[in-house]
């Protein structure tokens, strides 16, 4: 109390708030505020002026069909990183966790996390040759076992996406197991011998003890994977560049096409919008569904 | 005291400075060469001229080309746009122009004719917005089919001038073991383009070309889509999966002589010389028959420079003098020599910086009537995607002839 009456005066906590609050301000609140503004004008970055249009581009937005297909892919993207990055990443950790592996646990954890330390650019260029159906490992192995047509997979429009999908899956799953591992590892031990004096077995505990006790970090990955899933760029446009057509498009790969290789701004910005909407929505979602932070 | 001297003694100094270079004029250049051996060549290029110039100091930039369409495309529109900057032609240069900062040359090549003779004639028109000359032709460029020679002469096979002729030829070399003789790479779509603006300018009729490239028509020619129904007719002899090969990779797939043919741009000469073992030569897309476009046209266009006109005029001045110097004969000369690019400057280019090979690509340019320039620059970027993102999906056969043409009708009517 006495260093407080002694060098703190009504200001000082505000001082110390200043430069974060303008920090976030500058690189977030005002884009974020401006950008809303932005999507009811058509403008390119060449030109002085901006026409007002209102609501037309929301107009195009529901009408325009690639904007299906991005959402569509981004629900892909989204489904399939929850189920690997999500779920089997927790079953990945229970059982590195487990007393059955703890000999080459050490081992496999690194394995598994290796790839979270390489780029992201580096890592897609690495799969455009994986894939490559000339050159590429998959191709090649799948002639080997006598496969006649493999498929084109980054240059066929069906699954130029899944493509995408699964380099992204090899990339995060392993930095999610590493993140529950570490939560298991806070798991009080008493539990699971208490348990499996009991008589549960395995599932049994993994059901009943480590699920609800990870059930925070399950929240924290799981909000970051579906955020993650419906922003998703580089993967994408390293990979596939949303082609061939449109067909591999992602909201943020058609964001980035409209706004610097179409020229428009307007309607760039109002993809950021409904990206914005659709994130915040489903991060509110979640939130209500965990009920974080008012754990019993 | 002592602290006094020393603000004192720093004061002069700057002052002493300052007076050393206030005759001094700094000329801001940004360019899209950041890549050996490019780089060398414009530095060496650059010392030379501040050499001959000691009065001129010019300051340089450089992003690789696509950053470069981004950046030159936000900056000519701010007051930090640079006084010297490279363009390519068409709808790129028009771009750039509306924004009302790029400097008209009409003038200046009026009080210096020479200066004007001694480019290509050929060169200027694709940088002519509004019957305004904008920019400087630097570099010229052309797409032809290469082929192996060695194999022609080998298999008895000619050189095609018609487009059923090369179906002809396809056929053959498909019965001679060659199941893809086009090599071709188009997971970056702007090798779609090069085909679809090559066809299209041999099929359509020039006037409702020009007039829907430029956003007044509606692309309801039927020409489109015969013409989009050649290509997908000429994908049946390309590489495999051809959307999930780059471009490099179908080059590479030429050269190591899977496929005896594929559609490159002369500039491309210098990444064959190394590697190459067999003789090759080039030809321009052949005819169609019943076509309205004219056969001789070439595909490819130049890139050139700008200047801004918001600069002062003694940095204006010097800016003029810079472009001049390195579209001279002695700059255009070292370019070809250094980096294997093709100078439109008259007598730049002899058997000295350019191997038989380029000599025959420059033939092959000044033979054609005029360029014909790259699609995706011809006209707006939202109708160039549409083409090139159905020009994809027609050869997976996700997309029709007619699918792809009225996307390219919507996105046509977008912009209207």
């Known amino acids: ?296 | 005291m002592k602290k006094l001297a020393l603000a004192l003694a720093l004061v002069l100094c700057l002052t002493a400075c300052a007076v050393a270079f206030a005759d001094q004029v700094t000329v801001k250049f940004f360019h899209r060469w950041p890549n050996e051996p490019k780089l060398s060549y414009l530095n060496g290029l650059i010392a030379e001229f501040e050499a001959a110039n000691p009065d001129i100091k010019i300051e340089t930039d450089q992003v690789l080309n696509d950053s470069y369409k981004e950046k030159i495309r936000v900056l000519v529109s701010t007051d930090d746009i640079p006084d010297v900057f490279m363009s390519w032609s068409g709808s790129f240069a028009t771009n750039l122009v509306k924004s009302g900062r790029v400097q008209t040359w009409d003038d200046i090549l009026a009080a210096d004719p020479e200066f004007k003779d001694s480019i290509i004639e050929s060169q200027w028109p694709p940088f002519q917005i509004d019957g305004k000359q904008y920019g400087v032709p630097w570099s010229m460029d052309g797409k032809a089919f290469f082929y192996n020679k060695d194999l022609f002469t080998e298999l008895g096979l000619e050189v095609p001038t018609t487009l059923n002729g090369l179906y002809e030829l396809c056929e053959a070399l498909k019965a001679a073991g060659y199941e893809e003789p086009i090599s071709a790479g188009f997971s970056a779509p702007w090798a779609v383009s090069h085909y679809l603006g090559t066809i299209c300018q041999r099929v359509v009729d020039p006037e409702t070309l020009a007039k829907d490239y430029a956003g007044e028509g509606d692309f309801t020619d039927p020409g489109y889509i015969e013409a989009l129904n050649i290509f997908k007719k000429l994908g049946e002899y390309m590489t495999k999966d051809p959307n999930s090969v780059d471009h490099e990779f179908a080059r590479n797939a030429f050269i190591f002589g899977e496929s005896p043919m594929v559609y490159l741009q002369l500039g491309e000469c210098k990444y064959l010389r190394d590697d190459i073992e067999f003789d090759y030569g080039f030809f321009n897309f052949p005819a169609v028959e019943d076509g309205k476009g004219d056969p001789g046209q070439l595909t490819g266009a130049p890139e050139g420079m700008m200047i801004s006109n918001v600069a002062s005029p003694e940095v204006q001045e010097a800016a003029i003098k810079f472009v001049k110097f390195v579209i001279s004969q002695h700059g255009g000369y070292e370019m070809t020599k250094q980096t294997g690019e093709l100078s439109c400057v008259k007598g730049a280019l002899d058997e000295t910086n350019l191997d038989a090979k380029q000599l025959e690509a420059v033939d092959l340019i000044l033979k054609s009537t005029e360029p014909a320039l790259w699609q995706d620059n011809v006209t707006d970027a939202v109708i160039a995607d549409a083409f090139m993102a159905g020009g994809q999906l027609l050869l997976t056969g996700d997309k029709t002839a007619e699918d792809v043409m009225k996307d390219v009708q919507t996105a046509a009517a977008s912009i209207k």
């Open chain 1, 1 to 296: 109390m006495q260093s407080r009456r002694a060098g703190m005066n009504v200001m000082t906590p505000y001082i110390y708030v200043l430069p974060c609050v303008l920090l976030l301000g500058v690189f977030v609140y005002i884009p974020l505020v401006a950008n809303f503004y932005y999507s009811a004008y058509s403008f390119s970055a060449l030109s002085p002026t901006k026409e007002f249009v209102g609501l037309q581009n929301y107009r195009t937005l529901f009408t325009d069909p690639v904007i299906a297909t991005a959402i569509v892919n981004n629900i892909w993207y989204c489904l399939i990183s929850v189920a690997i990055q999500v779920l089997l990443a927790l079953v990945i950790a229970s059982l590195l966790e487990d007393k059955l592996f703890a000999k080459i646990s050490t081992v496999l954890r690194t394995t598994y996390f290796l790839p979270v330390l390489i780029s992201m650019t580096v890592v897609a260029l690495l799969f455009s040759f994986v894939y490559h159906p000339k050159i590429g490992l998959i191709n090649a192995a799948l002639k080997f076992f006598g496969m006649k047509n493999p498929p084109a997979w980054t240059g066929d429009p069906k699954t130029a996406i899944f493509s995408a999908i699964i380099m992204s899956q090899w990339h995060s799953t392993g930095y999610t197991t590493m993140l529950f591992i570490v939560a298991i590892q806070g798991i009080s031990e008493d539990l699971y011998e208490a348990a499996e004096i009991d008589g549960a077995n395995r599932l049994q505990r993994f059901w009943h003890i480590t699920v609800p006790q990870v059930r925070e970090m399950m929240f924290v990955t799981m909000v970051t994977t579906v955020t993650g899933a419906f922003l998703v760029f580089n993967d994408v446009y390293i990979l596939t560049q949303g082609g061939p057509g449109n067909a591999s498009t992602t909201l943020a790969v058609y964001m980035y096409r409209n706004a610097f290789n179409l020229d428009k701004m307007g309607y760039a910005s109002t993809i950021a919008v409904i990206m914005l909407i659709i994130c915040m929505a489903l991060a509110i979602i979640q939130n209500t569904a965990f009920r974080s932070g008012k754990g019993d």
